[in-house]
């Protein structure tokens, strides 16, 4: 692994491994994500395979397109809507922040449209659901529109956020210099004071009568 970010290529297979912050992986966003995930997909099997009580339906259709006639606004909005947060779980599933946006955009498309076409099939066998090429496309679509208008966002948001610069508080500990410890003792000492030497006096002589 390498510092700079880089591609490094594995020597026994040859395949590129993914080094650097774009391969960095964020435990708390995938968790988030898979969480997030598995709620969502648990309301729309519960949405898709419940049996609708109809007197009758309308026949299968395989051509793009064909059932907008038949279909209200409400239909198609719930359509596009079904799998819409999968366009930014998809993504936080990964956990990955700095990732590019092609690759990710191609994944989360493919995903979604493995995931909307299982979900028509499986539909298609409850009662009161018949096989609809327009719920998959409008789904698809969805995924599609809400992931190019949050992702890229979202993305952006979170790296400045971490690459934004934290104050931190350090303590660094002193180490006294000789010259700083050696000052005060210096500074304290007093002053040699010169010593006051007095003046010889001259010898006294005893004095003597004027007479010999």
Do not use: C, K
């Amino acid at each position: 692994m390498q510092r700079d970010g880089t591609r490094t290529r594995d020597g026994r297979s040859g395949a590129r491994t993914e080094t650097g912050p774009a391969a960095a992986v964020h435990h708390s966003l995938r968790l988030a994500g898979l969480a997030g995930l598995a709620l969502h997909l648990t309301l729309v099997l519960w949405l898709v395979l419940r049996p609708l009580p109809v007197a009758w339906v309308y026949d299968a259709n395989l051509t793009p397109l064909a059932s907008l006639r038949s279909s209200t606004t409400w239909q198609v909005v719930g359509e596009f809507l079904l799998l819409a947060p999968l366009g930014v779980l998809l993504p936080l599933a990964g956990g990955r922040v700095r990732a590019p946006w092609l690759p990710s955009f191609l994944r989360t498309t493919g995903v979604s449209a493995l995931l909307a076409t299982g979900l028509e099939f499986l539909s298609s066998w409850t009662p009161g659901h018949v096989l609809n090429v327009d719920h998959i496309l409008f789904a698809v679509l969805g995924v599609v529109i809400t992931h190019l208008a949050l992702v890229p966002g979202l993305r952006h948001l979170l790296r400045a956020h971490r690459t934004e610069p934290r104050a931190t508080r350090v303590s660094v500990p002193t180490v006294p210099s000789v010259a700083a410890a050696i000052a005060p003792a210096v500074a304290v000492a007093p002053a040699a004071r010169p010593r006051a030497y007095a003046e010889p006096t001259p010898p006294t002589r005893p004095l003597t009568s004027g007479r010999s």
